[in-house]
């Protein structure tokens, strides 16, 4: 999945207030439904590049660094016009949700892997490998799984 612009998304959330930035990764992660979660080493990065660029502070707050847009960093939210990193995100992105599907069969190979026997932990890993070669070929325009 493509990612959005981080550097956007944390100045258009910081226009309606002032977040940490767990509170920032959250807050994309639930404007996106949860299809784009940007990691802390994408987020802190940002938000460190924008205090050092004048547009946000940063304070401590119960031992928490506490972010806030500068009267330089409203005036940049507002020469964004009507820029929207979450806009690829609102008609609920790609019509398939990959990441839930692996975590699906990520827990059906763990329950495999706890109560399975020789044989069907033999047989899952065939079934993963075999599913790990048809992916590539996917991608290698090879044969069709429709």
Avoid: C
Avoid at 13 to 28: K, R
Avoid at 39 to 68: C, F, H, M
Avoid at 72 to 95: W, Y
Avoid at 105 to 132: K, S, Y
């Amino acid at each position: 999945m493509p990612r959005g612009d981080v550097r956007t998304a944390v100045l258009l959330l910081l226009a309606d207030e002032p977040m940490h930035g767990y509170q920032l990764m959250q807050a994309v992660a639930d404007r996106t439904g949860g299809q784009w979660r940007p990691s802390p080493g994408a987020v802190y990065p940002t938000i460190n590049q924008l205090e050092d660029e004048g547009l946000v502070t940063i304070t401590a707050d119960a031992g928490r660094k506490l972010v806030a847009l500068t009267d330089t960093g409203r005036e940049h939210v507002a020469a964004l016009g009507d820029t929207d990193p979450f806009a690829s995100f609102a008609d609920g992105g790609r019509p398939v949700d990959l990441h839930g599907a692996v975590r699906q069969v990520h827990e059906a190979v763990r329950q495999v892997g706890r109560t399975g026997t020789e044989d069907q932990i033999a047989a899952a890993a065939r079934i993963l490998a075999d599913t790990r070669k048809a992916l590539y070929l996917l991608l290698a325009d090879g044969p069709s799984t429709t």
